[in-house]
């Protein structure tokens, strides 16, 4: 398994703000993932966080909109831009230790926007 | 367009009474079907992956099974801390990515 650790855990915040997401896992992992998962909903792929290179987004995410970054093979944020109501959510970050492999999640981020 | 379709959307057992939940699913190639647990207010667990038709996993009083179809989780002499949304995802041969069923919400009373 994997051990991901992800900031903050919970946040309420003021729409028309921006709020940046870490997600820190314990070892080196090949594929690092975003997901969102709105109340009562399943998951949903936002994009999949490339080391070294820009994010590769699912239909319907924009990169203006869900910023994403991966420095190192440890290491990812992704940024929910210019909140709404609409964007209050669960975001959870995925690792694979390599590819097509089991995928370990972290414990969430369950934003608030007012 | 690839599809996973899980049932019941909620299941409601008497501590110790079985039973079963499904995972249908219809893609172009299953790479993997993958079982997680997610309690309210974390992250999804990971139980199993089956990769093949015919393949079983067990763990504890859950048993895993898989066709070309469809997938089952089966729940024997559950405890109220099986409580909890069970998961079903799928990979393709076309993509790294899962896609998730709408997961099946189980309660089980003592």
């Known amino acids: 398994s994997a051990v991901i650790s992800q900031k903050p855990s919970r946040d309420i915040c003021q729409r028309g703000t921006s709020l940046t997401i870490q997600c820190q896992v314990d070892s080196q992992v090949t594929m690092m993932f975003w997901y969102r998962q709105q109340p009562g909903q399943s998951l949903t792929l936002i994009a999949t966080a490339n080391q070294g290179s820009e994010a590769t987004y699912e239909s319907g995410f924009v990169i203006d909109k869900f910023p994403i970054s991966r420095p190192n093979l440890t290491f990812s944020t992704l940024t929910v831009s210019n909140m709404s109501p609409e964007d209050s959510s669960i975001y959870l970050c995925s690792v694979e230790r390599t590819m097509n492999t089991e995928a370990f999640f972290g414990q969430g981020t369950r934003l608030t926007v007012v | 367009e690839d599809q996973v379709t899980q049932s019941p959307e909620a299941l409601r057992l008497q501590e110790g009474e079985s039973s079963s939940l499904n995972c249908s699913y219809t893609?172009?190639?299953?790479?993997?079907l993958f079982w997680y647990r997610q309690d309210p207010g974390k992250g999804p667990e990971f139980l199993f992956t089956?990769?093949?038709a015919g393949e079983e996993k067990e763990k504890e009083r859950l048993k895993a099974t898989l066709t070309k179809k469809e997938s089952f989780l089966h729940i024997t002499a559950p405890k109220p801390e099986d409580s909890a949304t069970y998961l079903c995802?799928?990979?393709?041969?076309?993509?790294?990515?899962?896609?998730f069923g709408t997961g099946t919400r189980l309660q089980v009373f003592p």
């Open positions: 995802a799928v990979q393709t041969d076309n993509t790294d990515k899962l896609i």
């Open positions: 089956l990769y093949s």
């Open positions: 893609v172009s190639g299953l790479r993997g």
